[in-house]
């Protein structure tokens, strides 16, 4: 399914891709305080179907596939975690107009990625196990509220307790050993195909789950991206700080515009 469509004609459509275990409500804060400039689609992506690293360029397909439907041509793909990496694929199979990434996966620049995803799978397997309503009635725990969430987030206490159930029991729900099976072994198979297509990557600089020394691996691969970080953030943005996201898509969808423009003039 997509979100309703927010339209306005004579630029790019923001179209917003989620992370693995969300869905396309995970960006609802951040659209509503992105200022009215831009038409944005969100969408939900379906359950990875393999278990390797086909799993990132397989939904990139899928995507591929859904574009007409959706009436979007040539998009500013928006992206987060597993839902970056499939923006960049999508972009070295259809025309885009630029490609937003938050913490991406795909870029393992140290062991530390690993170790990353290890923790990550060790917690929501235990988290699990305690089944939704146990788990929501932790969750208004301030001490394991803490424990869980400053995982995933660097204000954990600033989450309320049914959103923060909500986002694990989906994260929980979902596979994860295939979750983490592709977000470890996927890789940008083909990084040139990108040389012309402006890329932004941003960075959490308090991300757990993708650790910000991934983007020393991410400027060897693709040296033309913008590098930025987002600051007192953890791997959930968009729970952090819903306007510090919004400000960061905003600057970079008027980035592109006033290069848009600038083409146009020539």
Known sequence: MAAPVRKTDGNPTLLLLHAAGLDRTSWD???????????????DLPDPVTHDRNAVPALADHVARRLTGLGV???HVVGHSLGAAVALELACRVPVAAVTGFCTIGFHATTRTAMCGTKVRTLMRLVRAAGPTVRRRLLDSPVFHRVVMSVLSARPSAIEAGV?????????????????????RYVLADPGRLAGT???????????VV????ARHAA???????????????????RDDPDGTAAVVHAC????MRELQRQAAR
Do not use: K, Y
């Open 29 to 43: 804060d951040v659209v509503d305080r992105i200022p009215g400039f831009a038409r944005t689609v969100a969408i």
């Open 220 to 238: 060897r691969l693709l040296p033309h991206a913008r590098q930025m970080a987002i600051m007192d953030c953890g791997h959930l943005v968009m």
């Open 164 to 184: 923060a159930a909500a986002d694990v029991n989906s994260i929980v729900g979902s596979d994860l050993e295939v979750l983490a099976d592709f977000a470890c």
């Open 253 to 256: 969808h008027s980035h592109l």
């Open 198 to 208: 402006p890329v932004n990557l941003v960075w959490a600089d308090q991300d757990r």
């Open 73 to 75: 041509h040539r998009p």
């Open 211 to 214: 650790p910000r020394c991934d």
